[in-house]
């Protein structure tokens, strides 16, 4: 596994060459926690589970966890995926308030789990492992490079979109090799943890 140093290390070598930026290893360190973020944000890569203890005289419940991305789906002691409201607010068992915080529409005393992205690890040393599978290391250099590049050249070419566009291809090409999950399947990955 490569580690934070590594990055810094391949993308002075590559894209930042040029750039004095890749001299601050503050920033470039920056750039590679945003990156390693942002890949969090697209791809389900830590699915946790927390679980709340529920009674009838409170429906608002906020999970406590710090890590909390976004609320994916809460089930109840039984294994039993509660139905989320949607937009016509028809037949439900909990809303979502944020992304960390739901309410039951019949609470009552039960251990329900509730299914969460996380957010990415922090960044604090050059000696932190990257949290992200090999295939995804790509990714993040062009990610580092398209926050690097952020002036426009002498040809008068804006970089930042050239990398920017590399990006989303990078994205497009990790989805095509099935590291997008689709959400309905978290189900199969909490039962897996054996929280139902």
């Not at 942002?38 to 203890?53: D, G």
């Not at 690097?148 to 497009?172: Q, W």
Request: glycine content about 4%; proline content about 5%.
């Amino acid at each position: 596994m490569l580690i934070v140093n590594d990055v810094m290390e391949i993308a002075r070598l590559s894209s930042l060459s040029n750039l004095a930026i890749a001299k601050n290893d503050n920033a470039v360190m920056k750039f590679i926690y945003l990156g390693i973020s942002e890949l969090f944000r697209r791809f389900n890569l830590s699915i946790k589970v927390e679980s709340v203890i529920t009674n009838p005289d409170l429906a608002l419940y906020e999970l406590r966890s710090p890590d909390i991305s976004l609320l994916l789906c809460v089930y109840n002691s039984q294994a039993q995926e509660l139905q989320q409201s949607d937009v016509l607010g028809g037949d439900f068992d909990y809303k979502m308030i944020n992304y960390k915080s739901f309410m039951l529409k019949y609470p009552k005393h039960d251990l329900v789990f509730a299914v969460y992205k996380a957010s990415a690890p922090p960044i604090t040393s050059p000696n932190d492992e990257i949290p992200l599978p090999d295939a995804m290391v790509d990714a993040l250099l062009t990610y580092v490079a398209y926050m690097g590049h952020s002036t426009i050249n002498k040809d008068n070419v804006n970089e930042a979109s050239a990398y920017s566009i590399r990006f989303e291809k990078a994205c497009e090409s990790l989805e095509n090799q099935g590291y997008k999950i689709p959400i309905n399947a978290e189900s199969v990955a909490l039962q897996v943890r054996g929280y139902v």
